[in-house]
C-alpha cells in the first residue's frame, strides 16, 4: 500500500541558491525516517532560450522537444528543498549520488504545460551505509508523460567507494576533453551551483582535488550521443562510478544489446558512469 503522503504546493521554482546555504548551515536533529510530503508543481512551462543553453552546454541538437535530462532538472529544485526539509535523515552536504533513472513514455515539447511532482522513498540498508530514492513524476493533462529515480547514499562506513577498475570490451566510440570551466557552464543552465562543481578550492572542502563535473551532465552528454536513433519511449538508467575531475579526457564507449543500448564512460582511473538504454 503507497504512503499517504502531504502534497505541498509551490507556484514557483524553489532557489537552488538559497537552499544550498541553508543545508551547509543545517544542523539541527534528523528524523529517522524520510518525510510523508510530496512537493508539486502545477504549472511548468519551459523557457525556449534557457533549453538552447542546456542543449548546447550537453551536447543536444537544437529543436521543440525536450531531453529527457531536461526534465531532471526541473524537478531537482523540489527534490532540494524536500531533502532540506527539517527532520529529514540526512543532510544534503555528504550525500552522494549514485544512480538516476528516467523514463519517458513521449516526447515532451517545449510548448506544453507539466505538473511536476517529488517525493522520497524507499529508505534501506546499503554496505556503505543508507540509501533512498528521490522519485519525480512530469504530467501533461492527465497523461504520465516522464519519470525519474535517483538514488541517494548517506556513507556512515570509512569506504572510500572507488569504483573498481573493469575491464572495457568495445574500443572507444568518442574522446571527450572535459574543460576546467564545465561545472560552471552546467551550473549556469541548471541551477545546480553545489560548490563541488564550481573551482577546485571549494571542491576542496569537500574532499575533492578539485572541481568534478556533475553526474547529470555527464549523463546527459552520453544520451545526446544517441540523438536520432532512439525511439519516442524508452529508459535510460546509470550507476554514477568515479567523479570525472575537471579538466580531464574521458572516452565514451556504446554498443548495441538486445534491449537497446549499453554504454559507459572511462579514463585511465577506471570507470565514471555506466549505463543502458532500454526501449
Not at 526539509?85 to 544534503?92: K, S, V
Not at 556533475?214 to 525511439?231: D, I, V
Request: hydrophobic fraction near 40%; glycine fraction near 8%.
Amino acid at each position: 500500500m503507497s504512503a499517504v503522503r502531504t502534497v505541498r504546493e509551490l507556484h514557483s521554482t524553489p532557489s537552488l541558491g538559497l537552499l544550498y546555504p541553508k543545508a551547509a548551515l543545517s544542523f539541527g536533529a534528523r528524523g529517522s525516517e524520510l518525510p510523508s510530503v510530496e512537493y508539486v508543481r502545477p504549472e511548468v512551462a519551459v523557457d525556449r532560450a534557457a533549453l538552447a543553453a542546456y542543449n548546447d552546454v550537453c551536447g543536444f541538437g537544437t529543436g521543440d522537444v525536450l531531453p529527457a535530462t531536461y526534465i531532471h532538472i526541473l524537478a531537482f529544485p523540489l527534490a532540494v528543498r524536500l531533502m532540506t526539509e527539517r527532520g529529514f535523515p540526512f543532510r544534503l552536504p555528504g550525500l552522494v549520488h549514485v544512480g538516476n533513472r528516467i523514463t519517458q513514455h513521449r516526447p515532451v515539447s517545449v510548448g506544453e504545460c507539466m505538473r511536476l511532482r517529488v517525493w522520497a522513498d524507499s529508505l534501506r540498508d546499503h554496505e556503505r551505509g543508507r540509501q533512498f530514492d528521490m522519485n519525480a513524476e512530469a504530467t501533461v493533462g492527465e497523461e504520465v508523460v516522464w519519470e525519474g529515480v535517483s538514488t541517494y547514499l548517506r556513507r556512515t562506513s570509512s569506504s572510500s567507494g572507488s569504483a573498481p577498475a573493469s575491464p572495457a570490451v568495445t574500443s572507444p566510440s568518442a574522446l571527450w576533453r572535459v574543460g576546467s570551466d564545465l561545472g560552471r557552464r552546467y551550473a549556469a543552465v541548471s541551477g545546480d551551483h553545489n560548490p563541488i562543481h564550481l573551482r577546485k578550492i571549494t571542491a576542496r572542502l569537500f574532499g575533492f582535488p578539485r572541481a568534478i563535473a556533475h553526474g547529470m551532465w555527464t549523463k546527459a552528454h552520453c544520451l545526446a550521443a544517441f540523438s536520432g536513433r532512439l525511439p519516442d519511449s524508452f529508459t535510460v538508467d546509470v550507476r554514477f562510478k568515479l567523479p570525472v575531475l575537471l579538466p580531464s579526457s574521458v572516452e565514451f564507449r556504446s554498443e548495441p544489446s538486445t534491449s537497446g543500448w549499453e554504454f559507459s564512460v572511462r579514463s585511465s582511473r577506471g570507470p565514471h558512469l555506466t549505463g543502458a538504454i532500454v526501449h
